[in-house]
């Protein structure tokens, strides 16, 4: 079973205005409402892959109640504490020329419903999956997910962290199963700028060898990369798509990592599926729906099987310049 945790959920109003003037009145030609919240989408993603899930957080009032109300009906299993005052927070996304996002504050958080959610997590067994991403609200403490994990050490529970700087660094010592950094992430981490797949690899080897196992860096329109378990170096592309909304592209490749893995892909077809999936979710206006997964896969397939086989054919490349030893990397 794949659990995962949303904090922070929100209900996304998205907005597309056809002017954005400031002191006046401004209108939008559509509008549309969306649960919002990382594992949340993670979820979703496997559910759509008919992937055994179960959704935990923490809701509050009628936002609350739609976020529930929503992913019930799409056949999510969801399992919330709810609050008893407050309203989960909205977030209204500005999508113009230029996005533009507000989001919520959100509620506060007693201590008994942090223990009720424990509560729920320390039903967690050996040989489940939790995923740990998004953020943390600010009544709650930063290194929240290193407390979880601490908690649940030991029972032979997998661990998957997509979260930046501080929450991700902290997540190593739990040896996790995976961590998710972009490569804007990952370049804050050491003082780097990497854009694609082949330059964010010394990197991510690093992280490697400080604790996580599988180490994916998703690099936009560049593609993908990862250090497997065992040590080896895999990059993938993105297949062909126009932009519509990067919301949940990487919640989306978490889940078709995690989904083709434990249907006994290799660490190759793995990339490739997770990028699929981030890429159909960046080409549609929500999370993306399974056929337009299978499509993007197999179009990444055709396109990863021409390259090999022109690489093949041509003198191999030079190297990506080596990372600085674990010892001078800088962490921020």
Known sequence: MIYTVTFNPAVDYVMHPLTLDMGFTNRSSSEEVRCGGNGINVSSILNELNVDTICLGIIAGFTG??????????????????????????????????????????????????????????????????????????????????????????????????????????????????IKPNNHELGKLFDVNPETPEESLPYARILHERGAQNVVVSCGGEGSALIAADGSEYTTKCPPCRLVNATGAGDSMVAGFLASLDRGFSYQDALNFASACGSSTAASKGLAHRATIDKFYAALQKIMAEDAEKKATEPKAKKAPEAKSEKDAPVK
């Open 65 to 178: 109640n739609y976020i529930l109300d929503t992913l019930q009906q799409a056949g999510v299993t969801c399992n919330f504490v709810r609050l008893d005052k407050g309203f989960t927070r909205i977030n209204v996304k500005l999508n113009g020329i230029v996005m533009t996002i507000i989001n919520g504050m959100g509620p506060k958080i007693p201590n008994d419903k942090v223990d009720e959610l424990f509560g729920r997590l320390d039903r967690i067994k050996a040989g489940d999956t939790l995923v740990l991403t998004g953020s943390i609200p600010k009544c709650l403490p930063d290194d929240m997910y290193e407390i979880i994990m601490t908690r649940l050490a030991g029972r032979g529970i997998r661990f998957v962290v997509d979260a930046p700087g501080t929450l991700l660094l902290q997540s190593l010592a739990s040896q996790p199963f995976m």
